[in-house]
């Protein structure tokens, strides 16, 4: 495991901009995986300035988000969708056919988990995976817990994980309470991960990863450290906990 310590969220993002250029320029048809949230915003602000400065294009590039809140319209501002359009798909050349978001309202979520798997083995597999990271450990929502699901999978979100990430509704209420999520052999099976977080409340688990010598499905980051090929980003403040 690569470990990058930034000084601050600016040079994180900036340091995981310039790894995204060197891949997508390295193989135009690429297949990422892609988060959401407020660690990640920073690197799409940075490529979509790249794109307009003619530095990257995305029009071969061909992306599956890692998860989607259950009953949220692609309209709805909350959804995962709607954060990925807005920050960063509305502002990019990439095609419309060659996106993929977990479908929040699928008729039968079973059926669309199973899909959503076929169609990244149908791809060739992820290249490359972003991951943030969740307060309490968690990756995509596979959730800390007695066991962890290796599939595309329904679910059910951590009460603490609710509460963190209400902060994007009107109101705690608001929050699903059950999402779809890639599972775990999913993420492990990309061909490359980038981990990022920064901000103190990540300190714990970062701290966890980093010194702790087991996997264990009570922390689901600690599985990155089975994979060969994971760069994990972090600033000062997610590595220090200051
Ligand atoms: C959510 C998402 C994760 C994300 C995590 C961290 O729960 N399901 O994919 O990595 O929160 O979010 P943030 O970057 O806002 O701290």
Redo the contacts with the bound molecule.
């Keep these: 495991m690569k470990l990058i310590i930034s000084k601050d969220y600016d040079e994180m993002s900036e340091l995981a901009c310039r790894m995204y250029i060197d891949e997508i320029n390295k193989n135009p048809e690429i297949v990422l995986g892609l988060?959401?949230?407020?660690?990640p915003k920073g690197l799409y602000k940075r490529l979509i300035a790249e794109y307009k400065n003619n530095n990257i294009d995305f029009s071969k590039v061909v992306t599956f988000n890692?998860?989607e809140y259950i009953g949220l319209s692609e309209e709805d501002e909350s959804s995962y969708r709607c954060f990925m359009n807005e920050n960063l798909f509305n502002h990019i050349n990439i095609k419309s056919e060659n996106i993929n978001i977990p479908n929040g309202k699928a008729t039968d979520l079973e059926k669309f988990c199973e899909d959503y798997d076929r169609r990244i083995e149908e791809s060739g597999g992820i290249d490359l995976m972003l991951?943030?990271?969740?307060e309490d450990g968690?990756?995509?929502?596979n959730e800390p817990g007695e066991y962890l699901n290796t599939c595309t999978n329904i679910a059910n979100l951590a009460q603490s994980?609710i509460e963190v990430?209400s902060r994007f509704f009107e109101s705690i209420d608001d929050v699903p309470k059950t999402a779809i999520t890639m599972g775990m052999a999913g993420i492990l099976k990309s061909k490359k991960i980038i981990l990022m977080a920064n901000g103190v409340n990540k300190h714990k688990p970062i701290n966890a990863l980093l010194n702790e010598k087991r996997v264990t499905t009570k922390l689901p980051v600690s599985f990155l450290r089975i994979h060969p090929n994971v760069t994990v980003i972090v600033d000062e403040k997610a590595y220090r906990g200051r």
Aim: aromatic share 6%.
């Design positions: 988060a959401t949230g407020s660690t890692l998860d991951l943030g990271l969740g968690h990756i995509a929502f994980t990430n």
